[in-house]
């Protein structure tokens, strides 16, 4: 996994150059003019520079990490920047990748990663529910994470019953 | 809501269970407090954006009444009253329009261009219509956008605002007009153009008919001139401005032949129909 995520992080290095060129194609204070332009795109970029930081650290990475990896502002006030709105729809896609990462993992022979993606996911989910959304795109989104959130429920459920995670949560404890 | 789910689930989840993993998440976490000023801050632009769309509402209101104040101009002698009490008008809906500048300080205004949009639309509608009263012309965007810089005006607003070090002309706001939204403006007066030339008409005015027809006809010209290449709007308010542009036409054409036959007072039931001016029997 580390590997592929160093590999990833140098794709970024693209990103980055081709984020200088579009800053430099309109005036800086006329961002949300053309913003739908760059929107879906910038949506993506998001939604991967956040896999590619849960995969390292299993955190969820911050606005300010996202830009500086995308190479581009923070706030609006210092030129091309990442608007809020796109960060958690990014996010949000996340938390849809992470499920399926909770079912390939357990395929594939990893029982104790789903605990761990299910933790993320509830906090992330009570972080959302602390969100005022006015009926858009982000909130319709938005809904589509408590069927996340569920699946990954499901899969943690199923290994538990099994007596599947014991295993796992045993190497967690610290190895006895 | 989203309880809806868990309830079909239910008999398959331990209950307890997930009530206890929800409640371990600690509400101080880096995540959570992101998520927190997340929340201040969609909340704030949400509440930005509703007090401009009900400042583009007020506009709206406003300005629609100034027009409808405005087809009772006639040149009779109340017609400078008329005119008066439109500017007073058109003052209160500039303050609204103040406001809108105060609360986009700082801001992108295309962010928030869909909220005020419509009012000032609406906007350029009344004063381009109380300018060709005055001028018989067309006013320009430059000189809407003139009307349209603001001073502090009293001690109170200086005080209020923080002066930035920034600023270099420190309380003094200004909205511009952009120029879709002037065109957009410009094409609906046209429709009250057309109905000033129906309604002088029916006062007796035979002038009046022929100068708007010239003058849209210039609108008109400027508008096929853009053609398709602006945004989707202008060119359906073009079709709008179309059917303005024939009726007042017609409205000339029967002025011109029937105009010497029929009597002054029944002029207007010449032009009582709406649509297709009707053939009328002659020697009215």
């Known amino acids: 996994v580390p590997k592929k995520c160093q590999k990833a992080r140098e794709h970024f290095g693209t990103v980055r150059t081709q984020m200088e060129s579009l800053k430099t194609k309109f005036p800086a204070d006329q961002y949300y003019r053309f913003h739908e332009h760059w929107r879906f795109v910038l949506q993506r970029l998001v939604f991967l520079a956040a896999f590619v930081v849960y995969l390292e650290s299993e955190t969820l990475v911050t606005r300010e990490a996202v830009a500086e990896i995308l190479g581009i502002e923070a706030d609006r006030e210092r030129g091309f920047h990442l608007d809020i709105e796109d960060y958690l729809s990014g996010v949000l896609t996340l938390a849809s990748e992470l499920a399926r990462l909770a079912v390939n993992s357990v395929t594939a022979g990893d029982y104790s990663r789903p605990l761990r993606i299910s933790t993320f996911i ?55 | 809501g989203s309880g809806g789910f868990r309830k079909r689930k239910h008999d398959n989840f331990p209950h307890g269970q997930k009530k206890e993993e929800k409640e371990n998440v600690n509400p101080s976490s880096p995540l959570m407090t992101s998520f927190k000023s997340f929340q201040l801050e969609l ?32 040149s009779a002698p109340n017609g400078e009253e008329i005119l008066d009490e439109s500017e007073v008008k ?30 000032l639309q609406e906007y350029v509608e009344a004063a381009s219509f109380q300018y060709f009263i005055k001028t018989r012309s067309l006013i320009s965007v430059e000189e809407i956008n003139k009307q349209l810089i603001f001073t502090a005006e009293d001690r109170e607003e200086t005080t209020n605002t923080s002066s930035n070090s920034q600023d270099k002309q420190p309380h003094t706001w200004s909205l511009k007009v952009t120029p879709v939204d002037y065109l957009l403006g410009v094409a609906d007066l046209t429709g009250e153009l057309m109905r000033l030339c129906i309604s002088s008409v029916g006062n007796g005015d035979i002038d009046t008919p022929f100068e708007l027809s010239q003058f849209l006809r210039q609108i008109y010209d400027g508008f096929t001139f853009i053609g398709n290449t602006g945004p989707y709007e202008v060119s359906k308010k073009l079709y709008t401005l179309k059917q303005s542009l024939a009726k007042v036409e017609n409205a000339c054409y029967t002025l011109k032949v029937r105009g010497s036959e029929i009597p002054k007072h029944m002029l207007a039931d010449v032009f009582s129909s709406k649509t297709e001016l009707i053939d009328q029997e002659e020697g009215l």
């Open chain 2, 90 to 119: 058109l003052d209160a809906v500039r303050r609204k329009i103040k406001q809108v500048a105060q609360e986009l300080i700082g801001e992108d205004m295309y962010q928030f261009h869909r909220a005020i949009s419509p009012g």
């Open chain 1, 122 to 176: 509830n906090e992330l989910d009570s972080g959302f529910r602390l969100l005022n959304l006015k009926n858009d795109s982000l909130r319709k989104r938005y809904d589509g994470l408590k069927y996340d959130v569920k699946k990954i429920e499901e899969v943690v459920y199923d290994l538990s019953i099994r007596g599947l995670n014991k295993e796992a949560t045993g190497g967690v404890g610290g190895e006895k």
């Open chain 2, 43 to 74: 909340d704030t632009r949400h509440d930005k954006y509703e007090r401009l769309v009900k400042l583009s509402r007020d506009i709206t209101i406003e300005s629609k009444r100034t027009i409808f104040l405005l087809h009772r101009f006639t």
